[in-house]
Structures are given as structure tokens and as C-alpha cells.
Nanobody
Framework: QVQLVESGGGLVQAGGSLRLSCAASGRTFSSGAMGWFRQAPGKEREFVSAITWSFANRYYADSVKGRFTISRDIAKNTVYLQMNSLKPEDTAVYYC??????????????????WGQGTQVTVSS
């Protein structure tokens, strides 16, 4: 069974940075994809970024392009989300998710098979 554990959330001032981590366990992660999503109170869960395990193809939501960077460490089965120039509107619970190998739409919540419990990111103005 795949398990995903996020960490690295917290409170930061606008303009600051945070790095989120998602540690994956339960299988050998050499294929498939990992995604980051976020959900603010009263809003739907939205796509932030995704990366494929094998070729590190990266995808970003327009709202975070140029500020967030996704990366993965195959040896550690861990995916990171470096978030710079944070804005108050980035405040949300951030979730990582894993997609089994196969074609998929990186930004679709429904295309992911496993989810972490989430980590809170709060950006103060």
C-alpha cells in the first residue's frame, strides 16, 4: 500500500519561502507521477505542480509558475516543492498525490490514486 507523508508547512510572511516534502513508501517508485495540490477553506482542491518519476517531466499551474519548483529524489522516494515569493493567496492545505503508471492529466484530481494527509501553509500579509 502506498503511503505519502507531507511535511514542511508552516507560517511565513509574504515574500518568504518554504519547502514542502512528500515522502513516499510502500513500493519502488520508478514510474508514475507525483503531484502537489492545495485546498483553501471553502474552495475546491486545485492543481499546483506535478513531476514524473522516470523522466522528471514537470508541470505547473499558471498561478505558481516562476515561483514554485518541483523536484524529486529517487533514492529517497521523496518529492519536494520549493515555494518562493509566497503570497497570501497561496495559503491552503497542500497535499501530495501519486499516480500509477499510465497516461493521465497532471492537473486532474481524479487521475491520482493515492493522497497524503496534507500540510498547512499560511502566508501572512
Amino acid at each position: 500500500q502506498v503511503q505519502l507523508v507531507e511535511s514542511g508547512g508552516g507560517l511565513v510572511q509574504a515574500g518568504g519561502s518554504l519547502r514542502l516534502s512528500c515522502a513516499a513508501s510502500g513500493r519502488t517508485f520508478s514510474s508514475g507521477a507525483m503531484g502537489w495540490f492545495r485546498q483553501a477553506p471553502g474552495k475546491e482542491r486545485e492543481f499546483v505542480s506535478a513531476i514524473t518519476w522516470s523522466f522528471a517531466n514537470r508541470y505547473y499551474a499558471d498561478s505558481v509558475k516562476g515561483r514554485f519548483t518541483i523536484s524529486r529524489d529517487i533514492a529517497k522516494n521523496t518529492v519536494y516543492l520549493q515555494m518562493n515569493s509566497l503570497k497570501p493567496e497561496d495559503t491552503a492545505v497542500y497535499y501530495c498525490a501519486y499516480r500509477n503508471p499510465g497516461s493521465y492529466e497532471p492537473s486532474s484530481v481524479r487521475d491520482y490514486d493515492y493522497w497524503g494527509q496534507g500540510t498547512q501553509v499560511t502566508v501572512s500579509s
